[in-house]
Nanobody, 125 residues
Framework: QVQLVESGGGLVQPGGSLRLSCAAS????????MGWFRQAPGQAREFVGS????????NYADSVKGRFSLSKDNAKNTVYLQMTKLEPEDTAVYSC??????????????????WGQGTQVTVSS
């Protein structure tokens, strides 16, 4: 059973930055792809980005390319989502997830087996 705990959410002004963390625990973590998703009130869940534990492959949604970046610390079993140039439209609950296979890497949420509890990000002046 993989467990995921997000942290780092909060209130930030437009144009600001925030870094989210996702601490993972459990067996065979290296076999998973880690994904970040977000969901705003009344909207569908949206893929943000994904990163593989055992490779340097990273994938981003078009809406965040050039503003968000993913990184990982394998020794700490932690994945980071660095968010810059934040916009009010980025306001959402951000969740990390663990999944397997190429479909998971491309951002299909149904391919993810484990989810964190989510952390709120609010971009407002």
């Amino acid at each position: 059973q993989v467990q995921l705990v997000e942290s780092g959410g909060g209130l930030v002004q437009p144009g600001g930055s925030l870094r989210l963390s996702c601490a993972a625990s459990g067996p065979a973590l290296s076999t998973y792809t880690m994904g970040w998703f977000r969901q705003a009130p009344g909207q569908a869940r949206e893929f943000v980005g994904s990163i593989k534990w055992n490779a340097y492959n990273v994938n981003y949604a078009d809406s965040v390319k050039g503003r968000f970046s993913l990184s990982k610390d394998n020794a700490k079993n932690t994945v980071y989502l660095q968010m810059t140039k934040l916009e009010p439209e980025d306001t959402a609950v951000y969740s990390c997830a663990a999944g397997r296979g190429p479909i998971a890497f491309r951002g299909n949420s149904d391919s993810y087996d484990y989810w964190g509890q989510g952390t709120q990000v609010t971009v407002s002046s």
